[in-house]
Structure formats: structure tokens, C-alpha cells
């Protein structure tokens, strides 16, 4: 059984290269292009693992993480906040919402992988 | 080095959401000022953070690293720590069009080299040290630093399926290298006391553990002091210390980097018990206890680290760069204009669902009417006689609003077009010192993609001149009795099987008398010839063609106006020009609204039918004698409407039998073309329709006064005619003597 | 592993030949050039071209020139009726491939040719220039005029 891993991001390239990269490391992604198209999902569905970016319209990734946090399902669920170099504030903001941790962007496939890894 | 094929389709979904993001950015700029509200900035700063991250991500590292500075630029903005300056927008407008250029060099493949990015990252470095920041920001003085650049061998394109192998991501592999591991081993003591709430977050400290494992022998030693009494126990809640030793050529960084993600609310101590190469502080290292190092909570097998056999492995390309989109890119100077593509010269198009879903509806209809009369074939009596009549006439429906549908596909918004225009207007005013406001009217009309890609330059010529010549600057708009600030309106909107597009100001207005003096000067027209308005104005078009005194860089010479005809009529289509001096000129187009369907007038000279496009034809009149004239033994003229127009005789240039030589027994078609109006002779006028038109070329050749062919429902070949080449032959032959075709 | 090259497809022959006779005589077309025959329909006039050019006519939706073999090859006219065929061919132009009719008298069989049978064209004046011979071969007693199609069909059409 392989694991799905939740994959937000507002930009369709990156939803799609994140998708690409994971897929072909044997994962099931369901992608979402904001946080309220995943928070929908996450309603009813289960995942191993949320992958999210921060800087969304709508709801940003820190938000989307604290509201996942509330649901049942999703209490011991691993949640992963892509920030930029110099986000330092949104490190420990994710953090402070429950995320499990954060990957810098841009990252490279294998640091996602690598990454994803430790954490499944 | 083939690409994958799906890579390369995920890196185009990147240059088109790029492309879409500079619009944005460039849109919200134009109206951004000082009262700007706080979701545009964000609008503003998060498409440039898009770019700038998926330029990272898929190696367009300039582009990335030029997208930084704006990034920060607008992220002081967005925050209150810089206040909105015109001067700021203006930057971050060029920065824009750098970002175009940049994006487009990327596209095509080609390095991403561009001496107006350099001199405009020094510039945003500049306002960003020290510049317009609000005087309470502190530390604005250190330039935003640089965004970690990704190493070449850790982007997309290194992904191969050596680097997806279970072997390749074990923990040890994981890890990140240190520097080259000193000597012998050292002996780190790491105290590991987290917050409580740690599971929360799902940081499981087993994993890292593990982690640590990779790095080295370890032994751990779990405190149990915090854990309270069974009733107030919390499953969820992490009561443990740890103790850590770790035996091993470990160094801080990569231990610290185990711990990165909790130790924001954990107390760690990192205690260096033995360098290496040194003896361990403390009596000989209990090696047998470190022997097989156990974390003290039940593990689940370290194969949990390791992510899941992969299975079909796709080869997985060196290079990430796509290939260069074909036609469109132009070798032209780096200019925004240059750089503003549609995304739709790439040979692709973005095709509203509902379209097709019209398609897949009617294509069903079709089948279905098919079927029924497919019934007909096997037995048929008289009494279905009806049934069938009816089956056609809906066969006939279906296929027409087929074709219309398909048709539709091939259409887009005007407003790809107009898109361009309000930065346009904007530069452009502001370096002519003019006021102008732009009013974009109709930008939904449709037309067909090709004919919108190249009526887009002419466009671009006929607004630049409106601004560089016919708007008044704001002084003149006043002593005039005008308002300061001019109107520049572009209109759209469908007439029957075109599209029609007007540009129109309120300015000057031509100036009938130096038009017609430049005309005489050039010898253009002859001295004492006389002139309608119209006529006058349509002088302009003519090539070789400038009133300006003084040749401005904006419009330059007088080479563009008879271009931009010229292109209009390559596409079918007409242009014409009025005026009224001193309130202003409206230039109308009148394109095709397809190129692949033209509508027709078919006409026919003795045994052969021929077709002419409809938008051609100004009227067809029965001649009479009196209004034939010859001249000079050869050429024939026809007075129509105060104008001698040469009379074209078909039959001779395509040598056909005609019914009649005698002009007065045929029918004359005045025909336009480039301004020149010519009757041609002809024997008979047919239906008026729509017909597909085919091209000669491709099995054939191209042939002077045609333009191409199409198929009669009986299955025969009929000639679509073309004027403008007709009447170059028509001159050619006239030149010469020659009457008679080659 | 063989260390000779494979001759590019366009130059390889098939060793297949369609017959077709004109005038009485009797000539050979690549059957790999050859994409069908069709009747004798109504050709549409084009202005501009050598008589031999008879015009245009509708293939499928296509619009293809049709040459007169007879006219080209300069040989006495004869009316067409029903047993007039035109052979479509295919041959590469200026923007990819095109495809050209050649009106002729009759098709015959498709013959197999190899290489060793098949002779230069004898050197006689207007033959082998003018009708693109490229070779003759005997077949049952007959010869047959082996026709370069590419550049009979390429020749006629800039004229």
C-alpha cells in the first residue's frame, strides 16, 4: 500500500512537478490548488501526509495546517510548509500552527523525497 | 537527450502561468498609487513569489534571482515598510518587462541573458539600501539577501532514476554530507528535553533517532521524571527526556540538523565528550552497551525511513529545458511589446470548456441523423420520400452548426489584443507628455487566433501614431476649448461576417491641405487632380507617405502606414480612414472573422465558375456604352461614380471563351483593393455563399490572381480569385501589350 | 551487425512497378509513389500553366494538379473516355509531400522488377530528359519506360 500525500499549491507547475517527483517515488498525491479546496478534502478523506505551500490566496498554508489540525483525522497526521529562504517568521508561524516541519524553496526532488521520508 | 515528455509539459504549464502572473503584476502596477490597498500589493507580491519559486524550482536561476529583488521590493510594500512611490511602480513596470524577456528567452530556449536585467537589479538594489523606505524601518539598509541559489546537480534536471532507488534514499544516504569526516571518531552527548506538546506536531522522536543512527553508534537513555500518574495521563503529550550518545565522525551541523524541526520548542544541549581523534573524556567507551544501539521506545523497523519501492521508473532527462517553442519567437530587440506573447503563437489554444462541450453535443447530433438516414440505403419506397427530405435538411443543420462550432474554436477575445494597450498608453503618453485616457470597448469580440496574432502590430502602429500625432499635447487641448486630457477609444464589435475595429481620438484631426501638398510633392496623385475628403485622408496609406516634419522615434517615418494596410488586406480585410480637423480621427478596420472560410460571390465567365471574396466587392453594375471609354487602342475604362476604373476583361487574362466579348452584354464587379478600385468583367453573377478555402499551394503551386480554391457541393473545383494579385497581372500584362494570358 | 548503411528510404526501391500504358507504349512507376487510381473526372481549369497542366481536381477534400502524360511526353492527343484513368501520386514537395495526378490510358499489373533487369535509357535526343526516364526494362517481351516520378511530377509543376 502506498502512501497519499496531500499536495497544495496555487501554482499549477509546482503542484505538478511536486506531483510528478512523488509519483514516480511511488506515492499517490491528490493535489489541491488552494486551502479551502483541501481543507474540503481533508473533510472526508484521509491522508499520510500534507504537503502545503504558504503564500495562497484564500488561505494561506500556515491557516490550511491550523485548520487541519482540528480535525480528528488529522491530529497525528505529518504536515510539511514549503518557505522560502528567508522565511524565517513563517517557520516558526507553521510551527506554532502544528506543522511538523518545513522545506525550503526551491528545493530539489531529492531533498523533497529524502525529506518526506524522514517523516512517513 | 530526449525530455520527458511529461516534464516538458509540466515546465509549459510553468511559462504559461508565469506569463499570466506578469499580466497580473502588470495590470495591478498600472493602477497602483499611493492609496493602493493592501490585497493589491499582496496580489502583486505573491504572483512575483510564484514566479520566482517555480523559476528555482525548474532552473531558470536568473530568472529566480532577478525576481528576488522585486520579490522584496514588494513584500516592504505589502508590509507597510516601504511606501508606494510612482517611481517605485515605474521600476517594478520595467522590472516586469525584464521578467518578459527573460521568461521568453527561457522559453525558446535559449540563455537567459539580458543586459537590461543587470542594469535594473542594480537599480532595485539601490531603493532597496536605502531609498523610500519609511523612516521607522530599521535594519533597511541590508539589502534582502541573496536566495539560495540551487546547485545545478540538485535541480529537476538531475532526476534520474539512479536518484529515486530505494538505495539511493536510505537513511545514510539521506543524510547530508558533511565536510570530509575527521579522523576517528567523536563522542557527542546530546541532552534532549522536548515540550510537551511534541507529538502534536507528528515529530516522532524515534525517526530522529534513527536519523542520529545513520550518523553514528548510538545509545539512548529515556528520563522518565516527568511522567505523571496514570490518571493524569495524556497518550498525546510527550513526558520524556532523552540522553544521547553518539560515537561517530558526526559533526554539529548534521546533528543539529536532525533536530531542526523541534528544537524551537525543545531545550537542546549539544556537549562534545570527546573530539576526534582525541580519548573519550571518560573511561573506555562502553562499546559493548553501543553494540547494537536500540532507542528505548519500540521501533518500528527502519525500513519505515525508506520510501516505497518505486515502480515504473520513466527515464528521466539531463535537462529540464523544453524545447523551443516553435514560429513565435521573434528575433527582435528586447522590447516588452516584443516580448508580450499571447502564449498563443506556441501552436497551442486554450479552448473554454463549454466550446467544446458544444462540439462533443453537436458531433452526438450528428451521428444520430447519420444513422437515420443510413436506414435509407437499405430500403427505400416512395413514402419515405419525406422522412428523407426531412433526414437532409437536418443532415444540413448539423453539419452547419458543426462547422460554426468548430469555427468557434479557433476564436478568441479581442481583449488578448487590447491587453497590451493600457501599458502601452501609458509609457507612451508619459513620454510624450500627453494626457490620454484609453477606453477599451467590445474586448470580448471574437475572432479567429491567427488573424487576432497579426492584426496586433498593425494595431500597435495605428495607436502609437494616434499618440504621437493626432492627441494634442495637454497645452494646445486647452487653447483649443478642449479638455486637458485626450480620448483614446479602441472599439470592437462583429457586422455580419467580420469583425470590425476601430481606433479613434479625439485629437487634431488630419490636416486635409498638407496631406494633400505632401501627396502633390511626392507625386502621388497628379497636380490638378481633385480629391473627395475620404480620398484625401486614405492618402496616407500610400508608401513612402509622412507629414511629420520632424521624423519621431515614436511612429517613425512615414514607412508604417501603407504596412499597416498592407497587412490588413493580406488578412482579407479592409481599412479606411476619417476625419473631421480639430475634433479628431477615427481609423476602421474590417477583418475576416475567419481565414479559413471566406464568403463568397460566385460569378462565372463562360464555362467556368470563379469565386470572389464578398468583402472585395464594393457593387457589380450592368455597364452601358456611354460609360465605356478607351484609351490608347488597349486599355478600356469605366466612368463610375466620377472615377475611371480599369476594366479587367477575365476572360482574356484566363483565357476562357466568354458568353460575350461585348462589355455592355456582361456585368462589371467593382472590385477594391490597397485602395484601387478596378471593374472586372464578367459573364454572370451565381449565389452568394460561405466557402472553405484550400490552398493551392499545397499540392500545386501558388498562381497570380488567385487565392487559393474551394469545393463545390457537386465535388468540383471552383477558383477563389484574388484582386490584389489579379490586378498586379492585370498591370503586368497591360505593360506589356499583352492582353492574353501567358 | 552489419557495417553497410541503409540506403535512405526515399532512395530505396520497392523492385515493384505499376504499368501503365500511353500512346501505345508502355511505361513503370515506383509502387511506393503510387497512391491510387482514380477515373477521369472534371479537371477545373488553372490559368497560368503549360497545356499540359490540365488543371485541378478534388481528391478527398485535397486540391491536386493533374498532368497530362501524353501532352508532356509530346505525343499525339487522343479524346478521353471512360477507360481514361488518372494515377495519383505522392512524391515529396516544397512543404512536405504532395500529390499529383498523371492522366494516362490504362493501368496494367504491377511488376517485379529487380535491379539486374533494368537498363539505362538509351541515349536518344528529348528522351530521358524530356520524359524522365530513369530506366527501361523487358518485360514479357515489352519494354517498359521505368519513370522518375519525383522529378517528372517536380518539373512539371514549375513549368
Known amino acids: 500500500m502506498s502512501a497519499t500525500i496531500l499536495a497544495v499549491d496555487d501554482s499549477a507547475s509546482m503542484r505538478q512537478m511536486v506531483s510528478f517527483t512523488l509519483r514516480h517515488a511511488g506515492y499517490s498525491v491528490v493535489e489541491a490548488a488552494d486551502g479551502v479546496e483541501a481543507l474540503a478534502y481533508a473533510r472526508s478523506n484521509a491522508v499520510n501526509l500534507v504537503l502545503t505551500d504558504v503564500n495562497m490566496p484564500q488561505m494561506d498554508g500556515i491557516t490550511l495546517v491550523r485548520e487541519l489540525r482540528q480535525l480528528e483525522a488529522y491530529k497525528f497526521v505529518p504536515m510539511l510548509v514549503l518557505t522560502t529562504e528567508a522565511g524565517q517568521d513563517k517557520k516558526m508561524q507553521g510551527k506554532q500552527a502544528g506543522a511538523t516541519g518545513w522545506l525550503v524553496k526551491p528545493f530539489d526532488p531529492k531533498k523533497l523525497l529524502a525529506t518526506i521520508a524522514k517523516v512517513l | 537527450m530526449a525530455i520527458d515528455p511529461e516534464m516538458a509539459e509540466i515546465v509549459k504549464v510553468f ?200 550518523l553514528g553508534k548510538l545509545e539512548v537513555t529515556a528520563h522518565i521524571e516527568r511522567l505523571p500518574p496514570l490518571g493524569a495521563f495524556d497518550p498525546t503529550e510527550c513526558y520524556l527526556d532523552w540522553m544521547l550518545d553518539l560515537r561517530g565522525a558526526a559533526q554539529k551541523e548534521q546533528l543539529t540538523e536532525v533536530f531542526d524541526w523541534v528544537d524551537a520548542n525543545s531545550s537542546i544541549q549539544y556537549e562534545l565528550v570527546a573530539p576526534a581523534g582525541g580519548a573519550p573524556a571518560g573511561g573506555a567507551a562502553s562499546i559493548a552497551a553501543a553494540a547494537a544501539p536500540e532507542p528505548s521506545t519500540c521501533a518500528e523497523p527502519s525500513t519505515q525511513t525508506r520510501p516505497h519501492a518505486a515502480r515504473e521508473r520513466t527515464s528521466v532527462p539531463a535537462s529540464v529545458r523544453e524545447a523551443p517553442a516553435p514560429a513565435g519567437a521573434p528575433a527582435r530587440a528586447a522590447s516588452a511589446q516584443a516580448a508580450h506573447k499571447l502564449g498563443a503563437e506556441s501552436g497551442s489554444i486554450r479552448v473554454a470548456t463549454e466550446k467544446v462541450d458544444a462540439l462533443i453535443n453537436l458531433v452526438g447530433e450528428l451521428v444520430i441523423t447519420q444513422s437515420m438516414l443510413g436506414r435509407f440505403s437499405d430500403e427505400f419506397d416512395l413514402q ?160 513612402g507617405f509622412s507629414t511629420a516634419e520632424a521624423v519621431s522615434d515614436v511612429s517613425g517615418r512615414g514607412v508604417g502606414m501603407d504596412v499597416v494596410r498592407r497587412n490588413i488586406t493580406d488578412l482579407g480585410g479592409h481599412v479606411q480612414i476619417s476625419s473631421t480637423p480639430g475634433q479628431g480621427s477615427t481609423i476602421r478596420i474590417r477583418l475576416p472573422l475567419t481565414l479559413a472560410i471566406l464568403e463568397g460571390q460566385m460569378l462565372r465567365v463562360g464555362k467556368e465558375t470563379y469565386v470572389i471574396s464578398l468583402v472585395s466587392i464594393i457593387e457589380t453594375v450592368q455597364p452601358k456604352r456611354e460609360h465605356i471609354y478607351s484609351v490608347a487602342g488597349q486599355t478600356e475604362l469605366f466612368k463610375h461614380r466620377h472615377e475611371y476604373l480599369p476594366i479587367i476583361r477575365l476572360h482574356r487574362m484566363f483565357d476562357i471563351e466568354p458568353d460575350s466579348l461585348d462589355v455592355e452584354k456582361g456585368l462589371l464587379v467593382v472590385a477594391e483593393s490597397d485602395g484601387r478600385h478596378v471593374a472586372i468583367l464578367v459573364d454572370e453573377l451565381l449565389a452568394q455563399q460561405q466557402v ?12 497570380p490572381g488567385l487565392a487559393g480554391a474551394t469545393i463545390h457541393g457537386d465535388g468540383t473545383v471552383a477558383l477563389i480569385l484574388d484582386v490584389p494579385s489579379l490586378i498586379v497581372k492585370f498591370l503586368e500584362c497591360a505593360e506589356h501589350g499583352v492582353g492574353l494570358a501567358a | 551487425m552489419s557495417a553497410t548503411l541503409e540506403r535512405p528510404a526515399a532512395n530505396r526501391r520497392s523492385e515493384q512497378y505499376v504499368s501503365f500504358t500511353l500512346g501505345g507504349e508502355h511505361y513503370g512507376a515506383d509502387v511506393t509513389r503510387v497512391q491510387e487510381i482514380k477515373g477521369f473526372d472534371s479537371v477545373t481549369r488553372v490559368p497560368y500553366a503549360p497545356p499540359f497542366m490540365l488543371g485541378v481536381v478534388n481528391l478527398r477534400g485535397a486540391i491536386v494538379p493533374v498532368i497530362d ?91
Not at chain 2, 53 to 63: C, N, V
Not at chain 2, 490 to 507: M, T, Y
Not at chain 2, 692 to 703: A, C, E, G, H, Y
Request: one cysteine or more.
Open chain 2, 15 to 214: 511559462f504559461e502561468e508565469s506569463n499570466e502572473g506578469l499580466e497580473v503584476m502588470e495590470s495591478r502596477l498600472l493602477n497602483l498609487d499611493a492609496n493602493a490597498d493592501r490585497e493589491t500589493i499582496n496580489t502583486i507580491f505573491r504572483a512575483a513569489h510564484s514566479i520566482k519559486g517555480g523559476a528555482g524550482t525548474f532552473g531558470f536561476m536568473e530568472i529566480s534571482q532577478f525576481t528576488h529583488a522585486v520579490e522584496t521590493l514588494l513584500d516592504e510594500m505589502r508590509n507597510g515598510t516601504r511606501a508606494v512611490t510612482s517611481d517605485a511602480v515605474q521600476v517594478l513596470l520595467q522590472a516586469v518587462d525584464v521578467m518578459r524577456e527573460m521568461m521568453g528567452l527561457a522559453q525558446a530556449d535559449r540563455p537567459i541573458l539580458c543586459a537590461s536585467a543587470d542594469a535594473l537589479t542594480a537599480r532595485l538594489a539601490e531603493i532597496l539600501s536605502n531609498e523610500g523606505a519609511a523612516p521607522e524601518a530599521p535594519g533597511a539598509a541590508a539589502p534582502a539577501s541573496r536566495p539560495a541559489a540551487t546547485p545545478a546537480a540538485l535541480t529537476p534536471a538531475a532526476l534520474t532514476p539512479a536518484a529515486l532507488t530505494p538505495a539511493a534514499l536510505t537513511p545514510a544516504a539521506l543524510t547530508p554530507a558533511a565536510d570530509a569526516p575527521k579522523a576517528g571518531e567523536s563522542h557527542w552527548r546530546i541532552s534532549f528535553k522536548p515540550h510537551v506538546s511534541l507529538f502534536k506536531t507528528c515529530n516522532d522522536p524515534v525517526r530522529l533517532f534513527d536519523q542520529l543512527q545513520a
Open chain 2, 384 to 543: 419515405d420520400l419525406e422522412s428523407l427530405r426531412r433526414g437532409l435538411s437536418q443532415l444540413a443543420r448539423n453539419t452547419r452548426e458543426l462547422q460554426e462550432s468548430v469555427l468557434k474554436i479557433r476564436m478568441l477575445p479581442i481583449s488578448f489584443s487590447f491587453n497590451r494597450f493600457p501599458r502601452l498608453v501609458h509609457e507612451l503618453s508619459r513620454k510624450l507628455g500627453k494626457k490620454v485616457e484609453l477606453q477599451l470597448n467590445g474586448e470580448s469580440t471574437e475572432l479567429d487566433k491567427i488573424v487576432l496574432e497579426k492584426i496586433g502590430d498593425p494595431l500597435v502602429h495605428l495607436v502609437r501614431n494616434s499618440l504621437d500625432h493626432g492627441l494634442e499635447t495637454p497645452e494646445a487641448r486647452l487653447a483649443a476649448g478642449k479638455s486637458e486630457t485626450g480620448t483614446l477609444e479602441l472599439n470592437a464589435s462583429h457586422e455580419g461576417g467580420s469583425i470590425i475595429i476601430e481606433v479613434k481620438d479625439d485629437g487634431a484631426g488630419l490636416n486635409k491641405t498638407r496631406i494633400l501638398a505632401k501627396a502633390r510633392e511626392r507625386g502621388l496623385i497628379a497636380q490638378d487632380a481633385t480629391l473627395t475628403d475620404e480620398q484625401i485622408y486614405n492618402l496616407i496609406f500610400l508608401p
Open chain 2, 692 to 703: 472553405v478555402i484550400k490552398s493551392l499551394d499545397t499540392n500545386f503551386r501558388q498562381v
Open chain 3, 69 to 159: 502524360l501524353r501532352m508532356r511526353f509530346g505525343l499525339k492527343q487522343v479524346p478521353y473516355d471512360s477507360t481514361t484513368v488518372i494515377v495519383v501520386v505522392r512524391v515529396a514537395g516544397h512543404r512536405g509531400e504532395r500529390i499529383a495526378g498523371l492522366v494516362v490510358d490504362a493501368v496494367n499489373e504491377v511488376h517485379h522488377i529487380p535491379a539486374e533487369r533494368i537498363r539505362p535509357p538509351p541515349q536518344l535526343p528529348g528522351v530521358g530528359e524530356r520524359t524522365h526516364v530513369e530506366g527501361i526494362a523487358d518485360i514479357d517481351g515489352r519494354l517498359v519506360m521505368l519513370l522518375d516520378i519525383e522529378t517528372l511530377v517536380a518539373s512539371s509543376i514549375a513549368a
